[in-house]
């Protein structure tokens, strides 16, 4: 048992977004892992059981706490075995989550809507803009070098429709044979993920690696961090490399033009991209080709992870505001690379851009 490691020396607590939020020793890192310690001793305690296994969802998910365990406790790893432990032992403490694993199980994605409208809502908003879109959408007996995976919420939400623009023109621009899921593509299966779920998602999975490999795809591309930890690490794709859309794009574009607009941009790193998926290099490498200086943020948490918008919908805004403050960040515009941190900052109404809506603004593919 690895949380057996940690020795409470209190080094997580300064970097919890979820301790900074309430000041609670219970909503830290330490404070859950003596918990862990302690009901191996009393497991009669139903009490103490219940206000656990509620912790464990009141929680970002965000890595910050594994990072800077002086102990080496792989928290992550031992969070993510609670909750399904959690959800197996006390269903009726998580009946707020049926309904989504419903809609994950039924068709596939997180709101619950039909299959086929994940192709239809973006390409009706785009199409007169982008000649040829809906002949990029996949369907079987299509192949191409590229698949573009965009996830249930960039699919779904109009708040993402300006990246999801900006995507598809750098991609018409820079002449990138590619296609889109569209109707063919699962959700990612990272919710049920998040929540212990390993066998329902693993369903989700083996359809998504189907219909990539159908496709002859090269590169599986995705603007979404939580996205592509499952494509990266749970798909299993064997001729296909898993990619962040920074990646792909750093790699294809030595020398864009410069960014002639006068802003002051900050930088937010999202915690799933930097931390976890340790992509660091490529999103700063991209905006630096643009000639864009822009001020780095704390390597903190914006409480959109870890279905924290779902089980505490108050604590996950609670955490972007605290960091919205902190930073100063009300004049400035914030970018970022992840479909849910553009959904926390929006909901501050604070001024963000993703690094792929200022690419497409250099090469000429955006108003």
Known sequence: ???DKCVRCGACLAFCPMFDATGEEQFSPRGKAYLLQ???QIEDDEELGKEFRRLLFQCSMCGRCEEQCASGVDLLKVWHEQR??????APEEFEYLEPLKDA???VKNIYGLAEEDRAIYWLDELEDEIPGLEDRVYKKGKTADNMIFL????????????VLRSLFKTLEKLDVDYLVMGADENCCGHPLYLMGDDDGAEKLREHNKSVIESAQAKNVITCCPGCLIQLREHHNLEKTEALHHTQFFDR???APPKYDEAEQFSYHDPCELHRILEIKTEPRSLISKMGIEFKEMDLS???GGGLLRMTDPALSDKVIQLKAAK???KHTTVITACPSCREQLLGQDLKTKDIVELLSHTLGGSE
């Open 151 to 162: 996830g249930c919420l960039m699919s779904f939400r109009g708040s993402q429709m300006d």
């Open 252 to 254: 294809l574009v030595e």
């Open 301 to 303: 948490c914006c409480g």
């Open 327 to 329: 930073e100063g960040v």
């Open 38 to 40: 302690v009901m191996d």
């Open 1 to 3: 048992m690895s949380y």
């Open 104 to 106: 994950l199980a039924n």
């Open 84 to 89: 399904a432990k959690a959800v197996e032992k």
